[in-house]
């Protein structure tokens, strides 16, 4: 027997299903109630919804918990699980064996290579063009060499997903080489997807390159780390922009727009502006303060989460993995003090305790990426190499859902009630208002 909440609205009442996930969160289908009712739900933000059913990725942000396909987050990275291994996982809802493992890893590398026509087009770009601005054009522009009048048949959406997670990598690698003015360079099959990455971002064709195995594990855990999360900004915006019927290449565009955002995907970026503004660790209390003023407009970056109120569990995965990185490259770096007593002060701090202000992913990765030689421009950039991976699991999912309707999110209309049109000759003189 189905379960219902009861709605009162102006002595009318309203029976709205309840509705549990796995594990137990309770939502109420208002799917009914503007179509029976002709009322709506006010939720901005949608911070209270829930826009979709999915199996791919589960958060609890009370209890700091990741898992992807029900695989907490540090088994994967703690394991020997690789790029294919978390890749497949989310596309395809199990972990591989070993002949599916090689298979699919096998297909990803036939495809890294992109169509010479498509490395054109970066010539086209500002030699001083943002790197987020050039993977949005090009990135969009793979629709225009691989076309399917029918996106939702299985085998199209599933060679798509494909071809988009193997040349991502190699089109954000082009758009770095070529915004500092160095000759492109191929994937090569012999290297895992992090070793080719690194191998494409840093190689020279004067000499031999070799990614070193520390840096390469760091940084498929690094992408790991960020392949999927939920219903956040940049994947609503793609399956939005798939709910219309667009080719995947185009949502997958639309998703790093999204992600190009200062508050999404360029916190990391963020992070790092912060604490060179605050320059030494003698300055932290200083700026503690400034935090504790709610005069003063200074944000503390990397700090607390819209969905996470306990510890990131990404962050302290990552906090190690940056540990490693530096003492690995000898690198001395005070920016990372800085940051190791603002952790210290965030989680001993009541201020910060009792407002959840825990260290975010972002507040590390930065740090780590900029002791691997990654620069600024390219840290969104990373990130959206990584969350293709997810974005295509949601798109996927998303696609082949049987009764999938376009989104179409209602307003509260508060503009002006309707009026006459008055010509031009007969209107009042009005006072500008810009």
């Given at each position: 027997m189905s379960e219902n909440a009861i709605l009162n609205v102006r002595g009318k009442e309203i029976k709205l299903p309840i509705r549990e996930d796995t594990f137990g969160g309770v939502f109420l289908d208002v799917s009914k109630l503007q179509p029976q009712t002709k009322m709506c739900t006010y939720d901005p933000g949608y911070?209270?919804?829930?826009?979709?059913?999915?199996?791919?990725?589960f958060i609890d942000g009370g209890k700091g918990i990741l898992l992807y396909r029900g695989y907490p987050i540090e088994q994967l990275v703690e394991?020997?699980?690789?790029?294919t291994d978390a890749a497949y996982l989310l596309l395809n809802g199990e972990l591989p064996d070993g002949n599916q493992h090689k298979a699919f890893e096998q297909e990803l590398k036939s495809h890294t290579m992109v169509h010479e026509k498509l490395i054109e087009f970066f010539k086209g770009f500002k030699s001083d063009a943002h790197p987020?601005?050039?993977?949005?054009?090009?990135?969009?522009?793979?629709?225009?060499?691989y076309e399917s009048k029918n996106w939702r048949d299985p085998a199209q959406a599933q060679i798509s997903c494909v071809r988009l997670i193997a040349k991502v990598p190699t089109l954000a690698a082009i758009a770095y080489r070529t915004s500092v003015g160095q000759p492109i360079v191929y994937p090569k099959n012999e290297y895992s997807m992090a070793q080719n990455f690194l191998y494409m971002m840093f190689s020279s064709p004067s000499e031999e390159?070799?990614?070193d195995p520390i840096l390469a594990r760091a940084m498929e855990v690094i992408m790991i780390l960020h392949m999927d999360h939920e219903q956040n900004a940049s994947t609503s915006t793609v399956r939005v922009a798939g709910s219309s019927q667009a080719n995947p290449y185009a949502c997958i565009a639309a998703g790093i727009s999204c992600l190009w955002g200062p508050s999404h995907g360029g916190a990391n970026e963020a992070v790092l502006s912060m604490l060179e503004e605050i320059g030494n660790v003698k300055y932290i209390t200083e700026y503690i303060a400034k935090v504790k003023d709610p005069k003063d407009p200074f944000r503390l970056m990397g700090f607390g989460h819209r969905v996470y109120k306990s510890y990131d569990p990404r962050a302290k995965i990552m906090r190690q993995i940056t540990h490693q990185v530096l003492e690995h490259l000898k690198v001395v770096d005070p920016v990372l003090d800085l940051a190791m007593e603002l952790e210290r002060i965030a989680l001993t701090d009541e201020y910060f305790i009792k407002r959840n202000l825990y260290p975010n992913v972002d507040f590390y990765s930065g740090i780590c990426l900029r002791a691997m030689g990654i620069p600024v421009s390219m840290f969104t950039v990373l990130f959206a190499v990584s969350r293709t991976v997810g974005w295509c699991a949601q798109w996927k999912e998303m696609a082949?859902?049987?009764g999938n309707r376009i989104s179409r999110p209602r307003q509260i209309y508060s503009g002006a009630a309707t009026r006459a049109y008055v010509p031009l000759d007969k209107r009042a003189p009005t006072q500008s208002k810009m």
């Open positions: 911070t209270s919804t829930g826009s979709c059913e999915s199996t791919i990725t394991s020997t699980c690789d790029f987020m601005a050039i993977m949005v054009g090009v990135v969009g522009a793979l629709s225009a060499f390159f070799k990614p082949l859902e049987k």
